[in-house]
């Protein structure tokens, strides 16, 4: 029973897009921190720390922001062959990605304070990469925060914010420290519409009993092509306009 009550939260975690008004109490952000704070690290280092924003003015600064660095991504993203640019910085996906910051009922910023990457094994941390089990440790909290949410009902987003100087601005709105590392802005909030449904590769197809099966290896062009398939499935999810059927109009 436990595996399908978590097979269902797996699966029924979506990234949503735009919310209702209804606000998400104290009590439910809480809850799904609380979750967050039970996620593995490198050495139980735990370098999260999760600022919760509600107020109206300092969440459109923060959509402001995001739709800078959205904006910003275009550009890159016209450098590449049109099938293979990401849905989500596309013309409308700055303007998409700042309404739904505006519209959530909440914004968890989730960042992580760089020193105590000391907790854990030091070589992993030079030779590996030099920030992998530091970027891999938020990380696991933020995905617990989506899985929490979405037993509640709630919907959550996963916003990308590593990128000075969008970084640096949000840490001075919200007096975050200048050494911390922001990492994810999650908005989170009663979904506002029922999101299409999600793509992943088979199980058979990414699993390998043993050793790796060569057989199944991706040549540069698979993945080329599974790119540019990839594109189409994804598409909607960044675009709600387009999402008609399923749209549920607020009340
Ligand atoms: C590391 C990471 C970065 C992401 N960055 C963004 C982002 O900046 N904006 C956004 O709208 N979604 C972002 N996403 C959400 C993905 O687009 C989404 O998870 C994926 O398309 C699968 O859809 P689903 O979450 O609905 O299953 C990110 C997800 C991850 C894990």
């Known amino acids: ?55 109206a003015p300092v969440k ?7 739709h800078e660095r959205t904006s910003h991504s275009y550009e890159f993203e016209l450098t590449r062959f049109p099938e293979y640019r990401q849905p989500g910085a596309l013309a409308d996906g700055a303007k ?26 030091l070589v992993n941390q030079f030779l590996d990469g030099e920030w992998d089990i530091f970027h891999m440790n938020v990380g696991n909290a933020a995905m617990m925060i989506c899985l929490a949410a979405a037993s509640l009902g709630l919907g959550t987003a996963w916003l990308t914010t590593t990128y000075p100087p969008r970084e640096f601005e ?4 919200l007096g975050i420290p200048r050494e911390f590392k922001i990492y994810v802005i999650i908005p989170i909030g009663y979904p506002d519409y029922v999101p299409p449904p999600s793509y992943r590769r088979g199980l058979k197809e990414i699993t390998h009993w043993g050793k790796y099966d060569q057989a199944r290896y991706r040549t540069d062009k698979d993945i080329r092509e599974w790119l540019i398939k990839l ?11 387009e999402i ?4 549920k109009k607020p009340a």
């Not at 700042?98 to 009922?105: D, E, G, I």
């Not at 594109?231 to 675009?239: F, L, M």
């Open 60 to 66: 459109a600064k923060i959509a402001k922001i995001i």
């Open 231 to 241: 594109r189409t499935k994804t598409h909607t999810s960044y675009h709600l306009d």
């Open 1 to 55: 029973m436990d595996y399908d009550v978590m097979l269902d939260i797996a699966r029924r975690r979506r990234s949503i897009r735009l919310f209702k008004r209804d606000p998400v109490s104290d009590a439910d952000i809480e809850k799904v921190l609380e979750v967050g704070r039970w996620a593995m690290s490198g050495g139980n280092g735990q370098p999260w720390e999760f600022v919760v924003v509600r107020d």
């Open 244 to 247: 008609t059927p399923t749209k």
């Open 96 to 121: 998409n990605q700042a309404k739904l910051v505006n519209s959530a009922s909440a914004v968890i910023v989730v960042c992580g304070d760089p020193r105590t990457f000391q907790a854990s094994v």
């Open 170 to 173: 949000l840490k001075e709105l």
